[in-house]
Structure formats: C-alpha cells, structure tokens
T-cell receptor, first 112, second 116 residues
Framework: GQQLNQSPQSMFIQEGEDVSMNCTSS?????WLWYKQDPGEGPVLLIA?????ELTSNGRLTAQFGITRKDSFLNISASIPSDVGIYFC????????????FGTGTRLTIIP | DSGVTQTPKHLITATGQRVTLRCSPR?????VYWYQQSLDQGLQFLIH???????AKGNILERFSAQQFPDLHSELNLSSLELGDSALYFC???????????????FGNGTRLTVT
C-alpha cells in the first residue's frame, strides 16, 4: 500500500520564525491535503492541492504539489503561538482508490 | 466547526464489551469515512461509506463493523473490545459524488475510547 513519509517529526521554533515541512510518497498522488490537529480536536483542513506543480496559499500558509506528484511541502511564515499543533499531510492515489492516506505528522512547538 | 458531529465524546468501557460510535456528516455530504488514531500516531483508515453503501475498507478488524443509514448518519460498532482498541475514533465526511471521490475530508472532533 501507499506510504507517506512526513518530516520532520517535530520542530521547536521561536515565535516569528518560518517553518517548512514536507511529505514524500512511494506512489503518485492526485490529491494532496494538509491538515492541522489541535489537542482533543479533529484535524482541520488547511490547504487542498489537485494539480502537479500547484502552489496555493492560505494566509501565512503556502503549500505545493510536487511536480513528480510524489511529494508536497507546507510552509508557515512568521509563526505565531496559535500555530502550535500537529500538522498532517494526506494524499489520494488516482484511479478509484478513495481512501486518504495520512502522514505520521509534524508536531510544532513554539519556544517562548 | 466542521459540521460533522460525533457522539459520544468520551467512552470508557471494559474489555470484552461492545460499543457503538455515532457520526452525523455535514449537511449534503454523502460520504462518511472512519479513522482510528492511537496515542501520538497518525490516522489509520478504517472504512468508507457512500450514500449507504460500503465503498472501501482499510485496516479494519473483523471485530469492527460499520453502517450508513438512509438519513446518512453512520455508526461504527466495536465488539469484543481489547486494551489495544483504546484510541481516538474520527468520522469525516466529504462532498464526494459517485463520479469523483476527490473532495477534501472534514473531520468531527472524535470519540475517545478507553478500554480498561
């Protein structure tokens, strides 16, 4: 089955720093999604990507669908305390496999 | 608020018991997905229903079953519970249509199951 490698596993940064995380897949995906999960809550959709090379922004967040269709990255600029949480990438393979495969998550911590 | 409602929020039960988790999808969404998240782990796909029919199965144990009712709400039944079944169980819905299962998933806040 598909495997999603997400890195880094955790990040410790200072407020105001930029953040970058990425996911790579063993298979070609036709959809990449990025989610954020706060403690005790469900994942919340941040950005959805549907085309190879697509670059999409949502406020301070920017994500790209890799040109090989096997990778994606998420950047967060000028981090703020509410950015703390776990970020998950997720992807779908083409041709009828509807399940969304999730990465193992990147835990973001902001050091005071 | 994602619009996906899950009940109960917490469930504590003993090994060997059976529980039912309930999910109401967002208004208009025909697809319901169930995922399991163990402590500090990613989300593992269990099962997908579309408009009442099972569409895809993931790593779902034989002791687990699910269904989607005509009003589109879904239930996940977990039986003969074991300690290792303790986890967060998430339901998600999407605006998929039969011609294209490509819409983003919107998650509920989960049911935290503790088996003692």
């Amino acid at each position: 089955g598909q495997q999603l490698n997400q890195s880094p596993q955790s990040m410790f940064i200072q407020e105001g720093e930029d953040v970058s995380m990425n996911c790579t897949s063993s298979s070609i995906f036709n959809t990449w999604l990025w989610y954020k999960q706060d403690p005790g809550e469900g994942p919340v959709l941040l950005i959805a990507l549907y085309k190879a090379g697509e670059l999409t922004s949502n406020g301070r967040l920017t994500a790209q669908f890799g040109i090989t269709r096997k990778d994606s990255f998420l950047n967060i600029s000028a981090s703020i305390p509410s950015d703390v949480g776990i970020y998950f990438c997720a992807g779908r393979v083409p041709f009828g496999n509807e399940k969304l495969t999730f990465g193992t998550g990147t835990r973001l911590t902001i050091i005071p | 608020d994602s619009g996906v409602t899950q009940t109960p929020k917490h469930l504590i039960t003993a090994t060997g018991q059976r529980v039912t988790l309930r999910c109401s999808p967002r208004s208009g969404d025909l697809s319901v997905y169930w995922y399991q998240q163990s402590l500090d782990q990613g989300l593992q796909f269990l099962i997908h229903y579309y408009n009442g029919e099972e569409r895809a199965k993931g790593n779902i144990l034989e002791r687990f079953s699910a269904q989607q009712f005509p009003d589109l709400h879904s239930e996940l039944n977990l039986s003969s519970l074991e300690l290792g079944d303790s986890a967060l169980y998430f339901c998600a819905s999407s605006a998929d249509r039969a011609s294209s299962y490509n819409s983003p998933l919107h998650f509920g806040n989960g049911t935290r199951l503790t088996v003692t």
